[in-house]
């Protein structure tokens, strides 16, 4: 039986998701993104509500846990390696103030670091990238965020 976690701010430990249970990570083109799609249209999250995975895998282990204690260790791309989720079970973040982390074409690509902050401190918590060549997810930063383990579904 899959883990229920809720990913909250590691700085004051508001929640930040939705309880979400863990799920293998997509393969890399199983996500369109929205050019690649008919006009009209409406792109798919990467992941399905409800779900979230460790991108790349070993981005789990860099993940603070209260009750384990835990390193927080450097990201190899800056905001976009780290668990990622569907953008509509991110509900404790919003976008940041910082123009220069919101560049994109039609929407965010995500690319110049963490776009949003946490609602309660601001502090960068994650990336969202709903650009129209990007998938469209949300990426948490695992140093910023703790994933809280909620028990079991029944
Ligand atoms: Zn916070």
Redesign the pocket.
Known sequence: MARMVVFR??????DLTELLREVPLPQEDSAPAPYALPKGEECPPRMRPGTFAYDPPEAGERVFRPQLGGAALGLRRAGLDGIVLAPTDVHGAQLTSLRGRKNGCCGLDGCDGPNLV??????E?ATERSDCWTPREVVLVPAAVEAVNVGYPS
């Open positions: 701010c590691r700085n004051c430990h508001c946490c609602r309660c401190c601001m502090a918590v």
